[in-house]
């Protein structure tokens, strides 16, 4: 995915630090506004890795540090649920103006909760999904507990939140415990997504109970089997970015005509700043390339020969099939078993250097149908003459030059 940093401004004109997430074409089907857990920040891993299975089917996403956490301005200390939603609203204003209003709104833990009340002020969002969300914001509440004496007295006290020191104030907790989140759970009106762990310590499974019968239709819920909190497994935080993307599409506008020309031979790819992992975009068609972890990439995606040899796969299997079909023969599947290697060229007597390895792609055909002898033999012999195994047994001229960047 190709991330933006972004700046913005609050209602009280606090400059609020944001990244927007795009997919590789930075054409996005449409957008996404996400809300991140109490005291996180939009840089928690695992929005990093939701928003890139979310970016790969084309939705962009905009992630933003709320007022006093991250690079944002402001005093943690003075905001509060309330403040929160407002910041989504104006994130949400931001988007419309410099990009586009966000269909769908996801939330994690109490930003979760948050989404759920500011889906009722944003009118382009038609898609809400929270993740591991209390259903009651004063959930929260537990966290300051021991100190409670102390709030009511002093009306502030200073205590350590996941390793850090925070500034909590009275006006806190009695923001949170007017929170009308059943409220507006119950008058939501947009689809709805909730997704939590069985075994989540943090906000019990429960919660997603009471939010998902609160909810009118449409609504669906997805448990995160072993999942912890902080979504901190990166397949974890994979899965729930895969599921609301496909979730959301039903919701979502059609993808627009690709107006780059031939789409079926346009390609593109990029690869980020960490690790290998690749999206490409193929026409119309997104997924992703990767290499396994033994070599430092993630195994989210086929290595690059790994879709080399899927490409002769897949044309063996077309063409196979359109010579059956052509002589009407009751072939009924075609299943290829290929594996790639780099191998001495032992047995290549017209080699130069008889040190050089050479690729070798191994296929293996299964037939299935009703077909005899001579009919199998003919195919064995067609499938010598797909397209890309022809292209793969030629010479093959790549040109190659560097892009101009325009500038900003």
Request: net charge negative; glycine share 6%.
């Amino acid at each position: 995915m190709r991330s933006r940093k972004l700046h913005f401004e609050n209602a009280r004109g606090q400059r609020l630090s944001a990244v927007m997430d795009l997919p590789v074409d930075g054409k996005p089907r449409a957008c996404a506004l996400f809300a991140h857990c109490f005291t996180c920040s939009k840089n928690l891993k695992a929005i990093s890795n939701i928003n890139r299975a979310l970016t790969q089917r084309g939705i962009a996403v905009l992630r933003f540090d709320f007022t006093g956490l991250g690079q944002s301005e402001g005093d943690f200390a003075d905001t509060n649920f309330s403040s929160n939603v407002e910041d989504l609203v104006s994130a949400a204003e931001f988007m419309a103006r410099e990009y586009d209003a966000p269909r769908i709104l996801i939330g994690h833990s109490l930003g979760g909760a948050a989404v759920l009340v500011t889906a009722q002020h944003i009118p382009s969002v038609v898609a809400v999904a929270s993740i591991a969300a209390p259903s009651d914001p004063a959930h929260v509440a537990h966290l300051f507990a021991e100190h409670r004496e102390t709030l009511e007295t002093e009306g502030e006290v200073e205590l350590q939140l996941a390793g850090r020191p925070f500034r909590i104030r009275k006006q806190f907790l009695d923001d949170i415990a007017e929170a009308p989140l059943h409220e507006a759970i119950a008058s939501l009106d947009r689809a709805l997504l909730v997704l939590h762990s069985p075994v989540d310590e943090t906000v019990e499974v429960e919660h997603a109970r009471r939010i998902y019968e609160a909810a009118r239709h449409p609504k669906s819920f997805v448990s995160l089997d072993q999942a912890d909190h902080l979504l901190s497994r990166v397949e974890d935080a994979r899965y729930v970015g895969a599921v609301i993307a496909v979730w959301a599409e039903k919701y979502l506008p059609p993808p627009a005509t690709d107006d780059i020309g031939d789409s079926e031979h346009q390609i593109l790819t990029r690869t980020g700043s960490e690790g290998f992992y690749t999206e490409i975009k193929a026409g119309e068609h997104r997924f992703a390339a990767d290499e396994p972890t033994s070599v430092g990439g993630t195994g989210f995606g086929p290595s690059p020969y790994g879709l080399l040899a899927a490409a002769l796969g897949a044309c063996t299997g077309m063409t196979l099939r359109m010579y059956a079909d052509h002589k009407g023969w009751a072939l009924y599947e075609v299943k290829v078993h290929l594996s790639h290697e780099k191998a001495y060229a032992e047995d290549c007597s017209d080699c130069a250097d008889d040190q050089r390895k050479i690729d070798h792609i191994s296929r293996e055909i299964e037939l299935s149908g009703d077909l005899d002898a001579s009919q199998r033999t003919r195919l064995h012999e067609i499938a010598d003459r797909c397209p890309v195994h022809g292209s793969l047994q030629e010479e093959i001229h790549i040109t190659t030059k560097l892009r101009t960047i325009p500038s900003p």
